[in-house]
């Protein structure tokens, strides 16, 4: 038996031009293990890559400028991507940090306000 993070998927990346246009072609694979593919293909660095752990297997085909195809594997996550124009895919790094959906709110902002507004209109 595999860990879960070692899930017998299918991820193929092609393309050199990483400025027009790549595509990666994904079968069943989870975020995390797309985005280090990409990574090993294009040599950036990823920060946060076990924050993308929980989330559920992919099927997708996506074609365009790497910066794109990383823009939209992470359409859910609040995340950062540095640039540079010294390296060749133009990417030097990709922060992670959380999901941006899903979350509970902040305990402390809902949960006080609705019980003084009750207290005072009574």
Do not use: C
């Amino acid at each position: 038996m595999f860990p879960a993070g070692l899930q017998a998927a299918n991820v193929a990346v092609a393309g050199d031009n990483t400025g027009q246009s790549i595509t990666v072609t994904i079968e069943d694979a989870p975020l995390n293990s797309v985005l280090e593919n990409l990574r090993k293909r294009y040599g950036f660095e990823i920060v946060g890559l076990e924050n993308t752990s929980k989330g559920e297997a992919l099927s997708a085909t996506m074609t365009g400028s790497l910066r794109s195809v990383i823009e939209r594997l992470l359409r859910n996550w609040n995340y950062m991507i540095v640039r540079s124009a010294e390296i060749a895919g133009g990417i030097e790094k990709v922060m992670i940090l959380n999901m941006s959906y899903g979350a509970a709110p902040h305990q402390g902002a809902t949960g006080s306000a609705s019980s003084e507004d009750e207290d005072s209109g009574a």
